[in-house]
C-alpha cells in the first residue's frame, strides 16, 4: 500500500527524517511513536503526499510520489483517508455537507453517498448533529466527523495523526475502538500518537506493530506490541 | 481551431453550474464586493472612452472630409482696386483646371461668417473686412503652388487659403485625442486586470483553509480553481453590465447642446454603435476568467 525506502525530509537545511524504512500492508495496523518533534507528522505528510521526500523513495499503491503530478495526488488522496489532531473543515457548511465533500469532489453521485453517510455519522455518534456547523462542534465531535468525512469513500487506508491528542481519555478510546473496527474490515491503518497508554489499551484487541521514531530514524521498526 | 475549441470547453467547464461546488468557497469577504465594484466603474470609465474614441474619430472624418474639397481666396485692396481684383480673380480661377466654381461671397454671408464672433450688429461699412470668393475644388484639385503665383502677379491683393494650414492640426487634435480614447481603454483594462488579479489572489489567500481541506479530500486543482474562476467570472459580468447600462443611460441624457458645441453634442454613440458598449461585460467576465484562473492556478501549484 506505502512504501518508503531510505527515505528523508529536510527543511531548512536541517534534516528532520532520514533513511526512514517503512512498508504498510494491506489489513495491517501500526501505531507511530515518538517524543514530540520527532518527525512523527512530518512521516504522516510523507506519506499522503502533503509533503515530497528530499531523500530516498516513497511508493504508495506501487507509484513513485516523485512521478505524480497534483491529479495523481488528488485521485490517491480519495484512497487514504486522513484524520488530524485538529481537523479541518470548511466552517460554512454543515456536517453532513463536510462529510459528503469527499464523494462531491470526486464528481460521485451524492445520493448514493446519502444513505453510506447517515450510516458513518451513526456509527461514529453524530446524527444529532447532522446539520450543526464545525464550530459548534466539540474537540471528540470534530474528530469524529473527521473519520467519518475520512471513511465516505472507503479509503484503503486510514492515516490518524494524533486523533486522541484534543479529546478525553474515554473518547480517546471510543476512537481507538472505531479504528480498531475498521481494521478488522480490512483496511490498512497508520496511528501517529505520543500516547503510551493508547497503544498500551489496543494491546488485547489488535495485531498492531509499534514504530517508534528517535534520532530521525524509525528505530523500533516492526516490535510487536 | 482545435486550441480554440479546447478553450471553449474549457470555459464550458469552469462556468458549468454546479449549485454544491459554488458553496464550496465562503460566499462572503470583502473580495466579492471588489470585483464587483471594480467591474462596475471599469465598465462604467470605458464606455466613454469608447464614446470619445468614436466621437473623435467621426470629428477627424468630418474635418478632413468637410474642409478637403473647399479652399478660399481672401482679397484685400484699396477700395477703388476691391472690385478689379475680385474681378480678374474670378477670371484666373475660372480658367484653372482642378476649380468646379468659384463665388465671390456676399456681405451678408459675411456678416454671418462674423456674426459668432462680433455679434448681429457688426459695422462692416466701418471696417477694412476684405472680399472672399469661395473655390469648389473637383478631382484632386488645383496646383495650389502655381496658382499662388499667378494670383500674386495678376491680383497682388489675393491670397489662396486651401486650409491645410489650420485643417490639418485640427485633424491631428481629432486624431490625438482618439488616441487618448485607445490608450484610456487600454489603461482600463489593463487596471482591471490588475485589479481582479489581486482580489482573486487575496480571495485564494483568505481561503487558504478551504483549499487545504479541499486538497485533503482529494480534490483536483481544476475542482478547486473552477469554484473561484466561476464566482469571479459571474460577479466581473455582472458588475460589468451595471456599470455600462448606466454609463450608456448617461450618454443617452447628456444634454443637447447647439451647434456651436458641436464638440460635445458629438460623444456618444450612433445607430449599431450603441450595441458596442453591451460587449464590455462580456470582456470584463474574459478578464476575469483569465486573470482568476492564471491566479488561481499559479497558486495552486505553488502548495502542495
Partial sequence: MIELKRAGFSYGGGAI?????????????????????SGKSTLMKLCYQALFPSAGTIKVFGKDVRAMTHDDIAIIRRR?????????????????????????????????????????LNWVGLTKQINALPPQLSGGERQRAALARALILSPDVILADEPTGNVDWEMGQKLLSLLIELNKMGKTILIATHDMNLIRVAKPQVAARVLRIQDKRIVSGGADL | MNKILRYWQLAQDMLSGDQNADRVVPPSGYTASLTTFVSF????????????????????????????????????????????????????????????????????????????????????????IPSLIEITEEGVGPDVNGLRLRLQAEAPGAILDDHTRWRRP???????????????????????????TLAAQAALSANGQVI??????????????????????????????????????????????????????????????????????????????????????????RTA
Avoid at chain 2, 474639397?69 to 485692396?77: D, E, L, M, N, W
Avoid at chain 2, 485640427?170 to 481582479?196: N, P
Fill in chain 1, 17 to 37: 527524517l532520514a533513511d526512514v524504512d517503512l512498508h504498510l500492508t494491506k489489513g495491517s495496523f501500526h501505531f507511530l511513536t515518538g517524543p514530540s518533534g
Fill in chain 2, 41 to 128: 466603474a471599469m465598465a462604467f470609465l470605458t464606455v466613454f472612452a469608447l464614446a470619445l474614441f468614436l466621437a473623435t474619430g467621426r470629428l477627424a472624418d468630418r474635418w478632413s472630409t468637410e474642409l478637403a474639397g473647399t479652399s478660399t481666396v481672401r482679397i484685400s485692396a484699396p477700395d477703388g482696386q476691391m472690385d478689379a481684383q475680385a474681378k480678374t480673380v474670378l477670371g484666373i480661377l475660372e480658367t484653372t483646371p482642378g476649380i468646379a466654381s468659384a463665388r465671390l461671397m456676399s456681405e451678408d454671408e459675411q456678416r454671418r461668417l462674423l456674426t459668432p464672433w462680433f455679434g448681429v450688429d457688426l459695422p462692416m461699412d466701418n471696417l477694412p
Fill in chain 2, 212 to 301: 487545504s481541506v479541499l486538497r485533503l479530500i482529494g480534490a483536483r486543482d481544476n475542482y478547486i480553481a473552477k469554484a473561484f474562476v466561476r464566482r469571479f467570472t459571474i460577479r466581473a459580468f455582472l458588475g460589468g453590465l451595471i456599470g455600462s447600462l448606466l454609463a450608456m443611460l448617461f450618454i443617452y441624457f447628456l444634454p443637447a447642446v447647439a451647434e456651436e458645441g458641436a464638440f460635445l453634442t458629438g460623444l456618444g454613440f450612433q445607430g449599431v454603435q450603441w450595441l458596442l458598449p453591451l460587449f464590455i461585460p462580456l470582456v470584463a467576465a474574459t478578464i476575469a476568467f483569465v486573470s482568476t484562473r492564471f491566479a488561481a492556478n499559479s497558486k495552486l501549484q
Fill in chain 1, 80 to 120: 487514504i483517508g486522513v484524520v488530524h489532531q485538529d481537523c479541518q473543515f470548511l466552517d460554512h457548511l454543515s456536517l453532513a455537507e463536510n462529510v459528503l465533500m469527499p464523494s462531491q469532489v470526486s464528481g460521485r453521485d451524492l445520493n448514493d453517498d446519502l444513505q453510506n453517510m447517515n450510516q458513518l
Fill in chain 2, 170 to 196: 485640427m485633424v491631428k487634435a481629432a486624431q490625438r485625442l482618439r488616441l487618448l480614447g485607445a490608450l484610456s481603454i487600454g489603461l482600463i483594462v489593463g487596471s482591471t486586470i490588475a485589479m481582479i
